[in-house]
């Protein structure tokens, strides 16, 4: 399978040097805007010089399979855009839509195009996931009632080594014209999982959604906190963060006890699952890298001329459902 990748930052590379353990996987082209990025990421996973392109619609000069989009935020849109036009399958990186005004508009396109698309929810495909929802299907922790998840870090820098900190005003966390803040940058998750939990048995469909935040300097949501309550009476409390680290633990209540994951979002190679009923089990794991799950994936409904996700991750049903309530989300937050 052959893969041309958009950008060079972190989440590109993570994801690049993932794919080099994959069998029957390969990079064949690299686009992305800053020479030095190109440079080095050409060098590390020994891309072809004439494959290497400072402008992302050149990579269409290439001859590949399928686009990975590991760019900014704000970017996602313009980048699926070009690349549905021109028939070429796509794993975009979330949020692969800032809004569903724009969802809505570039779906309907890709559905005519049939073309494979899909959002990058890396943690959907980790084993991790599926051995979750086994749990709570063999109700080892009886009926769920409640899924409560504080996912975030902090990204101010620390002055003269002490408590003190500043914003960073040029991270693209920090700049809302870039597509920063809490909620579009890591919100996706918890709503992602929390729809996934409700939605496990039998259909839910969203009651009431109440949400809060703190808008920073810059203009973005640094921390905002959201409370779902659906139709079954199956409650979501979840917190997102920028400015603040939280412990990052996932926890699912039910009727017997309560399900704990340390790493629901990018569990390790070691990654454990804590049960805590009459009994307290722990499932000890060990698995291979993250992004190795949904290449795997990706690749096979590509092979299978799959074009909608079928299995893990996200279908195109779900996408919209949580982009609508990531809208709902910023909406309270910044009304």
């Known amino acids: 399978m052959r893969w041309a990748i958009l950008g060079a930052g972190n989440i590109a590379n993570k994801f690049a040097e993932n794919l080099k353990q994959v069998e029957n996987s ?76 724009a969802f809505k508009k570039k779906i309907e396109f890709i559905k005519k195009q049939k073309i494979f698309f899909m959002e990058s929810m890396m943690y959907l495909h980790h084993p991790q996931t599926n051995k979750i929802f086994e749990i709570i299907k063999n109700n080892e922790i009886g009926e769920i009632y409640k899924f409560e998840y504080k996912l975030g870090f902090d990204i101010r820098k620390k002055f003269l080594n002490i408590y ?38 039998t259909e839910n469909k969203v009651k009431e959604l109440i ?9 973005v949501d640094e921390h905002a906190d959201a409370k779902i309550i659906y139709d079954n009476k199956f409650e979501a409390k979840l917190t997102v963060s ?11 209540y ?7 994951i340390p790493d629901l979002i990018t569990p390790k190679k070691n990654y454990s699952i804590i049960v805590k009923a009459k009994k307290e089990n ?17 690749q096979n409904y590509i092979l299978n001329r799959v074009c ?3 299995k893990n991750g996200l279908d195109w049903s779900e996408m919209y459902k949580n982009i609508e309530m990531l809208d709902d989300w910023k909406a309270q937050v910044f009304k």
């Open 26 to 101: 390969k990079i064949v082209s690299i686009a992305s805007r800053s020479s030095d990025k190109l440079k080095e990421f050409s060098k590390n996973y020994n891309i072809e010089k004439d494959n290497c392109y400072s402008n992302y619609e050149d990579i269409l000069k290439s001859n590949f399979d399928i686009a990975y989009v590991g760019l900014i935020n704000n970017l996602h849109e313009e980048i699926i855009d070009f690349l549905s036009k021109n028939k070429k399958n796509i794993l975009s990186e979330k949020p692969a839509f800032l809004n569903l005004a």
């Open 164 to 201: 003190k900190k500043k914003i960073d005003f040029l991270s693209r966390l920090t700049d809302p014209r870039l597509g920063g803040g809490a909620i579009n940058d890591i919100g996706c998750y918890p709503i992602s999982f929390s729809n996934k939990l409700a939605n496990l048995f």
């Open 242 to 252: 920028i400015n603040k680290k939280q412990d990052c633990l996932a926890i699912v």
């Open 211 to 219: 949400c809060f935040g703190k808008i920073g300097l810059t203009g």
């Open 308 to 310: 909608e996700p079928n």
């Open 282 to 298: 722990v499932y000890n794991f060990f698995g291979d890298d993250l992004y190795t799950y949904i290449i795997k994936d990706v």
């Open 254 to 260: 039910g009727s017997k006890g309560k399900l704990l």
